[in-house]
Every structure is written in C-alpha cells, then in structure tokens.
C-alpha cells in the first residue's frame, strides 16, 4: 500500500512539476496575451515596439537601402513583419529557427526577431539598392534557405561599419 501512495504522489508531483513548468515558462506571454492581447500598445514584447525596434535599428545602419527601398515603394516593414509575428518559422530553416528561439527563451526577450530581421535588411542591402522595382525587393527577400542566424547577428552587432 505504501508503494502505491508513494508511486501516486510521485505521478501527482510530475504532473504538476509540468504544468508548473508550462506556466513558469509561458505565464509571461499569457498574461500579456490575456490581459493586455486586445489592446494597441507600444509596450515592449508587442507587436507594434518590435516593429518600431526594426525600423529604427535599419535607418540607423543602413539609411540608404531602408529608404531606397520605401522610394521603390515598398516599405521594409511590409517584408519583415511576417517574418516577426510566426518568429521566423516560416522563413528560416528549421535548424536555425531553433537556434533563435532558444536564445530569445535564455535572453526572455522578444527584441532579438527585430534584430535578426534588421540584420537580414543590411546583409541584404547591396541587392536591395540594385533593385528597380518591388518585385525585385519580394524576390531578394523570398528564400532565406541559406542563412544563419549566429553569424548574421554577430556581424550585425560587433562588425564595425
């Protein structure tokens, strides 16, 4: 009888442990979503601040393409925020979108998707102001087969202009 209650408490505890693991880990993404999911906001982790975060961080170090490219007619958010809102899984492969998940999980901070994406518009950046039109723009955008997203961050970030 004792081996039975034990066992029990056991199976209670790790039931349990995951469901407390499941809100440590996602407590903070549903609160935001359920308290504040319905609601315009510029509070960092939305949406609308990631956005923001991307746009200055590609006029701040790639002027000329960001706006070579609003000239064509195609703003630069346009491309990137898809690519923001699914977190990069249905642009990058899916070895790399692991690896990027992974760090915005240690780092507990949504600010590295408009980092990447920034980093992607300036790696990109000789193609974008070659471009003559918008399809050229959706066309240098459309595989992201190839990239990865360590060095792409670490250039970047550290490579000095």
């Not at 440590?24 to 949406?47: C, D, F, L």
């Not at 961080?57 to 000329?64: A, K, M, S, Y």
């Not at 507990?108 to 050229?136: C, N, Q």
Request: aromatic letters at 14%; a positive charge; hydrophobic letters at 45%.
């Amino acid at each position: 009888y004792q081996r039975r209650v034990h066992g029990k408490q056991w199976y209670q505890r790790r039931v349990h442990g995951k469901q407390w693991y499941q809100r440590r880990v996602h407590g903070k993404q549903w609160y935001q979503r359920r308290v504040h999911g319905h609601v315009i906001s510029s509070r960092e982790e939305t949406i609308l601040y990631l956005s923001k975060c991307f746009e200055r961080l590609c006029q701040e170090r790639d002027p000329q393409a960001f706006y070579h490219a609003v000239h064509i007619g195609v703003h630069p958010l346009t491309i990137v925020f898809r690519w923001m809102f699914s977190a990069f899984a249905n642009f990058l492969p899916v070895d790399q979108v692991l690896l990027l998940w992974d760090r915005v999980i240690a780092y507990d901070s949504l600010v590295l998707l408009p980092l990447v994406a920034a980093a992607i518009f300036v790696f990109r950046s000789k193609d974008i102001m070659e471009a003559k039109g918008e399809e050229d723009i959706h066309d240098i955008f459309d595989d992201g087969r190839k990239l990865m997203v360590i060095p792409l961050l670490q250039h970047f970030l550290f490579a000095t202009r």
